[in-house]
């Protein structure tokens, strides 16, 4: 039987030893401590990649959990990952981590709409010390302006990153635009799904499950460039039935109606506080969307893993959970002529299962 040389645990002891040192920085909203932990390791002889991936995006990652258990609001997530985005900062800047190009030329950005910049920043960073000369173009990057730098930087390949599902149907037109100009995409991110299932449905040329199997992915050869005749609706013919269509441009009357029929299907609903309000329109609205992008690639389990996903948060928050199914039983009678929309609505409510009954003054 094999064993780990003592060598590799005591890394891996300190690793984690950094990690912790920089995950009670980042709950403490301490910068400057967050930054010395980092160049401290950079000092003591650690490979910068390893920092950022072993050590400042295992704690990014422990961020998002501890804001998913409730055990972190909103503003401490954004304060912690404005935290790991100046340590990200410190790292580059520091000697250690400066490489001079050797390779081609990447764009890295995130997909329009997507807010989460920090795993395109890693990859980043990561792509530098691998040897290539790098365009960083941050987060939420409309498809044309993404498509005019290309023109402007002849890049060998853009990386575009995506952390939510709903990002999807634009990611898909981004990867169209950039091979409408023989520029291949390497997409990664959460949205693409754990094996990157939805990175083949919508015809990137490669995907990446993180930074250092995208940068291993690149350095074994160019991406092919594609075919410059790529039509999206070749990868997604459903889409001909219109449904994806309807629901989306129909988004903000479906919350509204949903929102008007809780009242009935949810008396407790008719309690409930104006902030109570405010958050049953977003969890709607997130509803919605989900179902839309559900639709768009042809794909039901993404909408019920979102809503088991959902019921999860709101337990952690003490929010009940019974205006959940009356929610996606009324879309569902809205939605009633579109059979693709009723089937997914009907899968959400089974994945739910039994709801047990509210516990006395336990509201949102």
């Given at each position: 039987m094999m064993t780990s040389s003592p060598n590799r645990l005591q890394d891996q002891?300190?690793?984690?030893?950094?990690?912790?040192?920089?995950?009670?920085?980042?709950?403490?909203?301490?910068?400057?401590?967050?930054?010395?932990?980092?160049?401290?390791?950079?000092?003591?002889?650690?490979?910068?990649?390893?920092?950022?991936?072993?050590?400042?995006?295992?704690?990014?990652?422990k961020v998002g959990e501890e804001w998913a258990d409730n055990r972190l609001t909103v503003a401490q997530e954004h304060a912690a990952t404005a935290i790991s985005e100046r340590?990200?900062?410190?790292?580059?800047?520091?000697?250690?981590?400066?490489?001079?190009?050797?390779?081609?030329?990447?764009?890295?950005?995130?997909?329009?709409?997507?807010?989460?910049?920090?795993?395109?920043?890693?990859l980043a960073e990561v792509l530098k010390l691998h040897g290539w000369r790098v365009?960083?173009?941050?987060?939420?990057?409309?498809a044309p302006h993404l498509i005019a730098h290309l023109h402007r930087s002849d890049a060998d390949a853009v990386a575009l990153s995506s952390s939510i599902a709903t990002r999807l149907p634009t990611a898909h037109a981004a990867i169209t635009a950039c091979q409408a100009i023989a520029v291949?995409?390497?997409?990664?991110?959460?949205?693409?799904?754990?094996?990157?299932?939805?990175?083949?449905?919508?015809?990137a040329d490669a995907w990446a499950s993180d930074a250092r199997t995208a940068a291993d992915r690149l350095a074994r050869g160019p991406l092919a460039r594609p075919r410059t005749n790529h039509q999206p609706i070749d990868?997604?013919?459903?889409?001909?039935?219109?449904e994806y269509t309807m629901v989306a441009r129909s988004?903000?009357?479906?919350?509204?109606?949903?929102?008007?029929?809780?009242?009935?299907?949810?008396?407790?609903?008719?309690?409930?506080?104006?902030?109570?309000?405010?958050?049953?329109?977003?969890?709607?609205?997130?509803?919605?969307?989900?179902?839309?992008?559900?639709?768009?690639?042809g794909d039901t389990d993404l909408f019920t893993g979102f809503i088991t996903w959902t019921a999860r948060v709101l337990s952690s928050r003490g929010v009940p959970l019974q205006s959940l199914p009356p929610s996606l039983g009324i879309l569902a009678g809205e939605l009633k002529d579109f059979p693709?929309?009723?089937?997914?609505l009907e899968r959400g409510i089974n994945a739910l299962g039994p709801v047990p009954p509210p516990t006395t003054g336990n509201l949102a």
């Open positions: 002891g300190r690793i984690r030893n950094l990690a912790d040192e920089l995950w009670q920085a980042v709950q403490a909203t301490d910068e400057h401590t967050a930054t010395e932990v980092v160049l401290r390791a950079l000092e003591e002889g650690m490979e910068p990649e390893t920092v950022l991936l072993d050590v400042i995006a295992a704690v990014q990652g340590a990200v900062a410190a790292l580059a800047l520091h000697p250690a981590a400066r490489t001079e190009p050797t390779r081609g030329r990447i764009t890295v950005a995130c997909v329009d709409g997507e807010w989460h910049a920090l795993p395109a920043r890693l365009d960083y173009l941050g987060a939420q990057v409309p291949p995409v390497l997409v990664g991110g959460a949205a693409f799904g754990a094996d990157g299932q939805y990175a083949r449905l919508l015809g990868d997604l013919p459903h889409l001909a039935d219109q988004s903000a009357a479906l919350v509204r109606t949903v929102f008007t029929g809780l009242e009935e299907a949810f008396p407790a609903f008719r309690d409930y506080t104006e902030l109570q309000r405010d958050h049953t329109t977003e969890d709607l609205t997130h509803i919605v969307q989900f179902l839309a992008t559900a639709l768009y690639l693709r929309a009723t089937h997914t």
